[in-house]
């Protein structure tokens, strides 16, 4: 095994427990979804072609290919053209690619480059370090500036990494036939939220948010026959991250123990997920109040600086947990071979290893 700026090879990835055990917590949560909580559902999903919603199957062909496209519907994107899920959140309906198929080939060929550079380029910065592995709190108990820098760069490492997930099988699909609709990213314009609510919402990815969603139906239910409607939404709200935390405990959990990567307690991605909505309580009775007292460029300026400020010191916690695992040592992981690392001058200098 090699590390330098000519050959930048890892070995085998501790971090690939994680596609499998994802794969297995999707599957899960589709079976639950359609073959117990649709049981109480009062009306079935159904196609929604070029605007118009279609009336359920009725031939057997038709019916096979109306349950594989619901199975792996989990946006409420379809395989088929003009065509969408009627839960389908707006968000997606309104990102879905209008283009010709050469076109649309050709954009995500770009995109692809860009997104591996800038993957190449975070994956640097996040293995500049020799991350003690032992620490309860890598990340966070970094100085502000380095928590900052780190933080970011796992983050922008994330979001390329799972949007590589849905670029490179479309750029084999498109060829086969495939139509541009079927393949909108999992993020949607990340960088433009403006509040905590916006980021989860309308921002980032939705992959799990209709299963949680459905199995916070019936808390939800409960809460809104004791309390207000607000107060009923919010326990909704809270129920969603704990679904969400618990899903990503289960997926940490399997990560492989070592003396230098030990398990402990994971508060930390318990403190991550549940101050998600104690965050969105802070902005909607005080941070938006006081940001409408501003002029209007001020005011989003303000907002801005708030949503990514909150993200950043929540997801430090976050990365905390992945870091201990080891998933982002230097010899794991990685795209397997660095073009920022092959560079030999100047500020890249300090990104070459042995």
């Known amino acids: ?52 919603v279609a009336p359920l199957p ?55 480059l860009l997104y591996l550079a800038a ?25 502000t500036f380095d928590r900052v820098l780190h933080t970011a760069s796992l983050s922008v490492w994330l979001v390329t990494t799972m949007d590589l997930q849905i670029i490179i099988p479309a750029l084999i699909a498109l060829p086969l036939g495939s139509h541009p609709s079927s393949w909108s990213l999992l993020f949607n314009s990340t960088l433009s939220a403006t509040s905590v609510a916006g980021f989860w919402t309308r921002r980032w990815h939705s992959l799990y948010r209709r299963s949680f969603t459905r199995l916070a139906h019936l808390p939800w239910l409960i809460a809104s026959k004791l309390f207000l409607p607000r107060l009923a939404n919010f326990v909704r709200l809270v129920i969603v991250f704990a679904f969400s935390m618990g899903m990503h405990l289960i997926i940490e959990a399997w990560a492989p123990v070592d003396e230098q990567h030990p398990h402990h307690v994971d508060w930390a991605i318990v403190f991550c997920f549940m101050m998600q909505p104690v965050g969105i309580l802070i902005e909607r009775f005080f941070i938006v109040p006081l940001s409408r007292l501003l002029p209007r460029p001020l005011r989003e300026v303000v907002m801005r600086m708030w949503t990514w400020g909150f993200f950043i010191w929540t997801t430090g916690y976050w990365w905390d947990v992945w870091i201990r695992r080891g998933t982002h040592n230097r010899e794991d992981g990685g795209i397997g071979v660095s073009l920022v690392r092959r560079l030999d001058w100047g500020p890249w200098n300090k990104y070459k290893w042995e």
């Open 119 to 143: 993957l190449d380029a975070a994956e640097t910065i996040n293995k500049t370090v020799v991350w003690d592995t032992t620490l309860a709190h890598p990340i966070t108990s970094l100085p």
């Open 58 to 112: 009725t031939t057997g062909a038709q019916r096979l290919a109306y349950a594989a496209d619901l199975f792996t519907a989990v946006r409420g994107c379809s395989w088929f053209q003009d065509t969408h899920w009627d839960f389908t959140p707006s968000s997606i309906i309104a990102a879905k690619p209008k283009t010709r198929r050469s076109i649309f080939f050709i954009h995500k060929m770009l995109q692809a």
């Open 1 to 52: 095994m090699q590390h330098s700026a000519l050959s930048s090879h890892y070995d085998f990835p501790r971090g690939s427990f994680t596609t499998a055990i994802n794969i297995i917590v999707q599957t899960s949560l589709r079976v639950i979804d359609y073959c117990f909580l649709s049981i109480y559902d009062v009306d079935t999903p159904r196609w929604v072609i070029r605007g118009e």
